[in-house]
């Protein structure tokens, strides 16, 4: 079977990772066959070997490059110090925002990360918990600033801090773009429901 992304190795490589997006989120890990993955590609099962020369190395890249990108669209979307937004309030809301419209866009890459955890090794799944403790520690140093300049009344940044990743992440369960909430909106409701949360103070 010829190739559908051509011979470049680049473009074959990411044919490979977005097909796996979307079978595992269809079928699941364990359920995905190599020889599934190389018929949506278009290769040869073997030529997959090249690439990634375990299947768990595939999910584990898929995994990392998912958590990678969110740390770097938060870095580019955090408001900078010089700003006003850049209090905690303005942070919050940016923190949210961004993490909303993110996972609205790769919602199939939000199941595999989310679901397939199970199915890492040890070592692998250090590696990730690591980058999302990472990005976790922006969304608590913002409620920690919060409650020491008085705009937020938290008992436990930690535990609100799951209980708004758990929230906004959870978006992509039910919004259809098709029905009558538009992703802004859903991004103004949630920002408002999580200053509540927060008990923040105008």
Known sequence: MARTTGSDGEKTEAAIREAAVGLIARLGFEAMSIRQLAGEVGVQAAALYRY???????????MREHMEDLIASWEEARPAAALIDAAPAGRLAAFVENHIRFHLSRRS?????????????????????????????????????????????????????????????GVIVWFRPEERLSANQVAKTYHMMTMRLVGARD
């Open 52 to 62: 990634f020369p375990t299947k768990e190395e595939l999910l584990y890249t898929l």
């Open 109 to 169: 890459a939000t199941h595999v990360s989310n679901l397939e955890l199970r199915s890492l090794s040890d070592e692998k799944l250090a590696s990730i918990l690591a980058l999302r403790a990472r990005y976790e520690d922006e969304l608590r140093a913002i409620l920690r600033d919060g409650v020491s300049t008085g705009q937020f009344q938290v008992e436990d940044v930690r535990l609100t801090a799951m209980a708004i990743i758990q929230m906004i992440t």
